[in-house]
């Protein structure tokens, strides 16, 4: 499937922080780069260094377009990441857990095609999305 997929064979899951360089978990990894969820959440605020990276020639799991950047986390009861491709709008979207509603229900489709629930990917979004996707909590403009 375009967009989306399960990681197998992740090298070194254990790699530190590529920020803080704080160890001990298997971190998501932004564009490869391994992000602890302090660092991510640094970034969802806009702090720290900017993230900047170039996109790749990959269609959006959420939109279908075009230029991509890759988000790899790991579910819940999941040993393998999974990985997918989102535009730069969908991407911060997702980092600062400001999906839309469509955008979230179009992602909890591709995720369960792949045998996942929304909870499990979404597990620290249970305070920002109820069931349905809608947002729990306004969250400020950029
Ligand atoms: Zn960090
Ligand atoms: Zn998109």
Redesign the pocket.
Known sequence: MEGLRVVKDLLAPQTP??????AGCP?DRLAGQP??????E?LAQGEGEPFIVRTERHRCVICQQPGTVRYLTYPLHSAEPVEMDLCPRHFQALLARRLDRHAYHQLSRQLQTLGFSTRQVFLLHEAFYDEQGHSLQPVPEW
């Open positions: 922080c590529s920020r803080c360089q704080s971190w992000i602890c969820p302090d660092c991510q640094a």
